[in-house]
């Protein structure tokens, strides 16, 4: 079954079309990324599949069901959970508490109305848990704006880790990064469970490419190409398209040589 | 037959006083995203204003471009001296409009005392107009007229250069201002434009609906339900809107007076479950 | 476990005051303790959940009018507490059904909105002269009595220990929310709601409970209220009572439960103090207001602090705690 089926999507914002006819079938466990120039409709396309924007015509499917119209919450619920390019934090709160929101079960205990929250140990376990396994139980008590960007990008990773998602949107997760920084978040992502699905969109072409299998490449609301990295490079669509970011471009053309599939 | 008439034209009559009130707090949501509560207190100090300016001025027209202009001038110091300070937090200023309705209720309380008061019909627009069996006074064919000549003027001038550097400045304040247009002055004009419009209603609305404490809220809570139904910011929402409430305000006023605030309640209940963004309004 | 034991001090200490001061003081205390039930009810949505009512008298108002119109019309002074029940019936019942329509709505649409919902409510108030008296009002609202205790509250100090003891145990049902997972969860979605719905919170039913919450509330401390001046006009419903409960809140530092206390007794001395010079405190209020939401937005702590450059702990509530 598929983790996500992206099924002929489009979104258009009163005249503008940001997104046309996206297909995209993610197996579970399978790693995506996918990259593009900015305003290719990345962000846009994470924002769709999340639920933070309905599209204006196709369907999401999540795990072989329907939730084109469904709120976050209840995608979440399904097993989603994504990072935000942009930060989307709790600003005042200590790094603790933040992970107490995000480790709350779904169900269960949410409605609780009148048990003080330190009854509910299991919470603080789980959070403990969460922030050792990304490095930051030492800054737990850290107010989060107070934090660098580097580590609330780590703090966004734990609380996207926190009801064990099988799917995960990481929206640009290198963003801003140092190259330390980089090495940490990118050895947190590989060292996640086999069986979570995940879709990385990255600037940062070379470390998208070394945590995922597939690459789709956007532009223009487009679907430009798909496919294993090496395969994707040699189209001369991409060329075009990446010709303009030498960096990128040498990066990928190094990444590909590194993997030997670069004969020429 | 007659009476569905006589209320038809009552309620396009007294919809035109509210849109001239309510498009100067849309143009003032419009271009600063600032709910303006102020607003029913600016048509009160109009109107007020209108009362004392007349007794000198003898003419109501004149009455009211002077009653319109001194409340711009209240709007502008309002806008310069302290709204401006806040322009990232729009709640900041919603609470401080808020505030100002407190306060400015209860100075034109203590100045004009607590008795009704009203603004006489200038006598060219006395006489009424027989039509069927009944007696229209010209007085609200001269307010329809105005309300429709307002709607005429705002279309125009939006659709103006000015009206585009507006709604440019709208879209996008840092383009707007880096191709040399002074923001800052503009949004000063706008809301004191807004605020004209509300003095100017309140000083023409004088002869229809009097002036009392407690009509400053009254009629800031209609013009909130229009732009509920209508959608913010919209001025064509406002018109329909207006309409809208001017029409069942004045029908339920006429059949069940007591309950003429539940049909108000329940239009803008419907709205904000059905289409919460308003009738012309963006999410 | 401190903290629980420094409140039931305080609360010990309270009910010992007016045995110690004179008699004119009791009334002010009564108040005082009203209106932090009020402004707790308040807190609840603005200091916690991030949504501020710019109506929120209209609650307020609604159980105060409905118990008034029960024991006056209804059962002419006899059972009490049936218009009691009554009043907290119909607060729970209005925030159910104006919850679902103004709960959808959010930040400065939200005030708009409620500020409209309480226009109405006093405009109906002032309309409806048959059954609300219009702007007269209603008269000689007897106190509820414990009949068979013979408890009569009608004497001020009798009524004093009746609402100290439902002040007590609104402020104590209050920390038990706020410590809970579900307060925890408010305070989340006045962060970042769109975070919280991206976790798995369904937010609109956690701020849709906090509102007929915080509408329960302030229905009790209107009902309170009428009792205690055995009266009831439009003015409760009126926005100066809105903006009374909004200082209360904001001077005494929003998100903090203790805030409403101190704003509460702050506000209702500065009007015994004010009032006594003059006959305009309701201009008074509206420039208090004004003026606390320039200098004062997180309360006077911070605007003492300031003054003083000491370091304090953060305003906002903590989740954990």
């Given amino acids: 079954m598929n983790a996500l089926l992206i099924d002929h999507v489009s979104k258009n914002f009163g005249g503008v079309q940001v997104l046309s006819n996206i297909f995209i079938e993610l197996e579970e466990g399978k790693r995506l990324a996918i990259i593009g120039p900015n305003g290719a409709g990345k962000t846009t396309l994470i924002n769709v599949i999340s639920g933070v924007l309905k599209p ?16 976050p919450y209840l995608r979440c619920r399904k097993g989603l959970s994504r990072t935000f390019q942009i930060l989307s934090l709790f600003p005042s709160l200590t790094v603790l508490e933040s992970l107490l929101l995000s480790v709350m079960p779904v169900r269960s205990d949410q409605l ?6 330190g009854m509910f140990s299991h919470l603080y376990h789980t959070s403990q848990r969460l922030l050792e396994q990304v490095g930051l139980w030492e800054k737990r008590e850290m107010i989060v704006c107070n934090l660098s960007h580097g580590e609330q990008k780590l703090l966004e990773m734990a609380m996207s880790l926190s009801q064990a998602p099988k ?78 970011t030498e960096e990128s471009w040498r990066s990928w053309k190094d990444f590909c040589k590194k993997r030997g599939e670069l004969h020429s | 037959m007659e009476f569905i008439f006589l209320q038809l034209f009552n309620g396009i009559s007294w919809a035109m006083l ?18 303006n509560l102020t607003h029913g207190s600016y048509y009160l100090f109009g109107a007020y204003f209108g009362i004392v300016v007349i007794s000198y001025a003898k003419n109501l027209l004149v009455t009211a471009i002077i009653g319109g202009i001194g409340i711009a001038i209240l709007g502008m110091l309002m806008q310069r001296f302290l709204l401006h300070r806040y322009e990232t937090s729009h709640q900041t200023q919603v609470l401080l409009t808020f505030g100002f309705t407190l306060f400015f209720a209860d100075l034109a309380l203590s100045i004009w005392g607590g008795e009704p008061k009203t603004i006489p019909v200038p006598h060219l627009l006395e006489s009424s107009i027989r039509l069927g069996g009944l007696t229209l006074p010209v007085y609200r064919f001269a307010l329809i007229l105005i309300g429709l000549l307002t709607a005429a003027l705002l279309w125009c001038f939006l659709k103006s250069k000015f009206g585009m550097l507006v709604r440019a400045g709208i879209e996008n304040e840092e383009m707007t201002a880096g191709v040399g247009v002074n923001i800052s002055l503009l949004k000063t004009l706008t809301f004191a434009g807004g605020a004209f419009l509300a003095g100017l209603a309140g000083v023409i609305g004088g002869p229809v609906i009097g002036v009392y ?71 | 476990m401190k903290t629980f034991l420094k409140t039931i001090l305080l609360f010990a200490l309270l009910g010992v005051l007016p045995l110690l001061l004179p008699s004119y003081f009791t009334g002010i205390l009564i108040r005082i303790m ?114 068979f205790a013979s408890l009569n509250f009608s004497k001020e100090i009798n009524f004093f220990y009746f609402v100290l003891v439902l002040f007590g145990l609104s402020y104590f049902i209050m920390s038990l929310l706020l410590g809970s997972p579900f307060g925890h969860t408010l305070i989340g979605i006045r962060e970042n709601e769109k975070k919280m719905e991206i976790l798995g919170f369904n937010t609109w039913l956690h701020k849709y409970i906090a ?42 530092g929003s998100g903090r439960l203790f805030g409403s206390v101190i704003g509460a007794a702050l ?38 602090s300031r003054l003083w450059i000491s370091m304090r702990k953060p305003q906002k509530n903590r989740v954990g705690q």
């Fill in chain 2, 18 to 35: 509210l849109f001239l009130f309510t498009a100067g707090f849309t143009l003032i949501f419009g271009l600063m995203k600032i709910i």
């Fill in chain 3, 211 to 252: 509102y007929i919450i915080a509408g329960t509330f302030a229905g009790l401390a209107g009902m309170l209220d009428v009792y205690y001046y055995q009266f009831v006009s439009p003015e409760i419903l009126d926005i100066g009572n809105s903006i009374g409960a909004l200082i209360a809140v904001i001077l005494g």
């Fill in chain 3, 267 to 304: 506000y209702v001395c500065l009007e015994q103090f004010i009032s006594a010079y003059t006959q305009r405190w309701v201009m008074v209020v509206g420039l208090l207001f004004i003026l606390v939401v320039i200098f004062a937005p997180l309360g006077l702590s911070p605007l003492l």
């Fill in chain 1, 167 to 244: 799917l995960m949107l990481l929206d640009e997760p290198m963003a801003g990064l140092s190259p330390g920084e980089t090495v940490l978040i990118s050895s947190v992502i590989r060292s996640l469970p086999s069986d979570v699905a995940m879709i990385i969109v990255e600037h940062n072409v070379d470390a998208a490419l070394e945590l995922a299998g597939r690459v789709v490449v956007l532009n223009q609301g487009m679907i430009l190409a798909e496919g294993l990295p090496h395969e994707v490079r040699k189209e001369p669509k991409v060329q075009e398209v990446y010709l303009g």
């Fill in chain 2, 213 to 283: 404490p407690g009509l400053d809220m009254q009629i800031l809570l209609l013009s909130l339900v229009i732009v509920i139904i209508g959608g913010m910011g919209s001025l064509k929402g406002a018109f329909i809107g207006s309409l809208l409430v001017g029409l069942i305000d004045t029908f339920i006023k006429a059949l069940f007076p007591t309950f003429s605030l539940f049909a108000i309640f329940f239009i803008m209940a419907v709205t904000l479950v059905v289409r919460p963004s308003g009738l012309f309004g963006s999410e």
């Fill in chain 3, 34 to 147: 009203i209106l932090i039930i009020f402004a707790m009810s308040l807190d609840l949505l603005m200091g916690y959940t991030g949504l501020t009512p710019l109506g929120h008298a209209a609650f307020f108002g609604i159980s105060g009018y409905t118990m008034a119109l029960l024991s006056l019309k209804i059962f002419h002074g006899s059972m009490p507490f049936i218009g009691f029940a009554a009043g907290i019936v119909a607060a729970i019942l209005c925030a159910a059904i104006l919850g679902l329509i103004v709960v959808r709505t959010k930040g400065v649409y939200f005030m708009m909105v409620t500020l409209a919902l309480g226009q109405m409510f006093w405009g109906l108030a002032v309309k409806w002269q048959q059954l609300t008296g219009g702007t007269d009002g209603l008269a000689g609202i007897s106190r509820p009595s414990i009949t």
């Fill in chain 1, 112 to 117: 609780s109305l009148l048990r003080p929250i």
């Fill in chain 1, 56 to 71: 204006s015509t196709g369907r999401i499917l999540l795990f072989g069901e329907d939730m084109t119209r469904h709120s």
